[in-house]
């Protein structure tokens, strides 16, 4: 079965840091490129990050670009998602999915999520 | 960026009833549009890709079409299960964005 688990979401405080994983299992982790995606509460669904699956290829929303870093794992079938600077904005559900590419490209499966809470 | 616009926002509906959800580009997007299904508390999941190739384990009442700039998600005969909140999703360009979504309620 294919599955993503995020963990590392947690309350910090405004300027603070956190570091986000995502386990991945039952498919060939290194041959994807993966994402993170965000939805603050109550909020529709943002886009964060990708990075290709040899990590050559990078791309950031504007809302984060210089504050958060993704990474991967490949031998440990895992992504990361460092970031720093954390704003009250920053405040939401964060999942990882992986890309599917076709014509498109889509996500599919996403994880759980995991719930970052920036609060003072 | 490309803005990607859900109509309605909400909707109100019933068992059996045909449903369909519109979403507007902001310029052509090609057939770079995916629709995704989420219920409260838990993860989108993939319903279309493509603009209209059915996800393997999603029931034949969805559907999608269209191309360029105007997308539609059509449910046939809306099931208790279906009540759920909507969003399109744009592939074309880095940002990739979503649309507002749209919930759909009894």
């Known amino acids: 079965e294919v599955q993503l688990v995020e963990s590392g979401g947690g309350l910090v405080k405004p300027g603070g840091s956190l570091r986000l994983s995502c386990a991945a299992s039952?498919?060939?982790?290194?041959?994807?490129?993966m994402n993170w995606v965000r939805q603050a509460p109550g909020k529709g669904l943002e886009w964060v990050s990708s990075?290709?699956?040899?990590?050559?290829?990078?791309n950031y929303a504007d809302s984060v670009k210089g504050r958060f870093i993704i990474s991967r794992d490949n031998a440990k079938n895992s992504l990361y998602l460092q970031m720093n600077s954390l704003r009250a904005e920053d405040t939401a559900v964060y999942y990882c999915?992986?890309?599917?590419?076709?014509?498109?490209?889509?996500?599919?499966?996403w994880g759980q999520g995991t719930l970052v809470t920036v609060s003072s | 960026d490309i803005q990607m616009t859900q109509s309605p926002s909400s909707l109100s509906a019933s068992v059996r009833d045909r449903v369909t959800i519109t979403c507007r580009a902001s310029?052509?997007?090609?057939?770079?549009l995916n629709w995704y299904q989420q219920k409260p508390g838990k993860a989108p999941k993939l319903l279309i890709y493509?603009?209209?190739s059915l996800q393997s384990g999603v029931p034949s009442r969805f559907s999608g079409s269209g191309s360029g700039t105007d997308f539609t998600l059509t449910i046939s005969s809306l099931q208790p299960e279906d009540f759920a909140t909507y969003y399109c999703?744009?592939?074309?360009?880095?940002?990739?964005?979503f649309g507002q979504g749209t919930k759909l309620e009894i």
């Open positions: 039952g498919f060939t982790f290194s041959g994807y490129t």
């Open positions: 999703q744009q592939s074309y360009s880095i940002p990739y964005t």
């Open positions: 493509d603009a209209s």
């Open positions: 999915a992986r890309a599917v590419v076709g014509v498109s490209n889509w996500f599919d499966p």
């Open positions: 990075i290709r699956s040899s990590s050559t290829y990078i």
């Open positions: 310029q052509s997007i090609s057939s770079y």
